[in-house]
């Protein structure tokens, strides 16, 4: 483990000295690009150890929106010549925040190592580059927002297999809009918001569930999951880095558009099965200038 955290395998570190040290660039431009399927370290030393509780260390990877959903950033905590991973087994996204760091502090870590993983493959050579820069910041959460509502919309063009008892055929639709039935109602804990909705309209049961993790500053969707089922039809779709996008009559929007939209999605489907044998099943989507996600919070 001390071979890795050698500044000198490292293509840049970090040296906190004061409590005034609370952000770090690693422009793309200056840590030279990325092949195809590599990975760059970072070393984090903290020198200066007096924060108060409550401070994040948040790591952001960019390599625009194109390159960002084959983005990974991955910490460890250096603690008696080990390396420790944090969050091992969890998600992987371009975005990483270490909670309440003087936990770590206090337990006498003071050295962290960054990787920042390129996953993305350029057929057929794999000889590709890529710039990649990383910004690390020691950041205050603020209060929770009071928001008790959230809706969302996912819009793109969808190519779908149609089924029936006789044959089966496929359909491409332009403007395909999945958006929850109603604003689901739930609460925060931290920066993360969990909620809910469930309906008995006649025949139809509507169940959903949506879980959205803001960042520090409440201006953008590090993360977005959502699924909805309404008796046989299901909607699933997990989506990350929604910016704020604007504020009207008390609801707070968040958004992305266009041909973009498709950089922010990790994954959507729909389907549908009865029992008469008719069935439908979305087997790929793609972005073009109509589409978006949309994700509305509000306090009712």
């Known amino acids: 483990s001390t071979v890795f955290m050698d500044p000198d395998n490292a293509s840049g570190e970090w040296v906190i000295g004061s409590g005034a040290d609370t952000e770090k660039d690693f422009p793309s431009g200056s840590i030279g690009p990325y092949l195809d399927l590599s990975a760059k370290l970072f070393k984090i030393d903290f020198k200066y150890t007096d924060f108060e509780s409550g401070v994040n260390l ?95 919309v996912v819009q793109v063009t969808t190519h779908t297999t149609y089924t029936t008892p006789d044959t089966s055929y496929e359909r491409d639709s332009n403007g395909v809009k999945f958006s929850s039935w109603a604003k689901y109602e739930g609460g925060f804990s931290g920066n993360t918001f969990t909620g809910g909705y469930s309906s008995t309209i006649g025949t139809l049961v509507i169940t959903g569930s949506i879980t959205v993790v803001f960042s520090d500053d409440h201006q953008r969707l590090l993360s977005v999951d959502w699924t909805e089922t309404k008796n046989a039809e299901v909607v699933s779709f997990s989506g990350s880095d929604i910016p704020f996008y ?45 589409s978006m996600i949309y994700v509305s919070f509000s306090k009712e």
């Not at 041909?259 to 069935?279: F, K, M, P, Y």
């Open 58 to 152: 948040n790591l952001t990877a960019d390599g625009g929106v194109n390159l960002n959903p084959a983005i990974a950033v991955l910490a460890f905590a250096f603690r008696d010549g080990r390396l420790e991973p944090f969050n091992a087994g969890g998600s992987r996204s371009r975005f990483l925040e270490i909670p309440d760091i003087r936990n770590y502090l206090n337990a006498g870590v003071t050295k962290f190592l960054v990787a920042v993983v390129n996953s993305n493959t350029t057929y057929p050579s794999f000889d590709g580059e890529a710039d990649i820069g990383l910004t690390a910041r020691l950041t205050q959460p603020l209060p929770s927002p009071d928001f008790n509502r959230c809706g969302i």
């Open 246 to 290: 604007y504020q009207a009559h008390g609801t707070h929007i968040f958004q992305v558009e266009g041909q973009e939209t498709c950089g922010h999605i990790s994954s959507l489907s729909h389907a549908q099965s009865v029992s008469d044998g008719l069935s439908y099943s979305m087997r790929s989507y793609d972005c073009l200038w109509q």
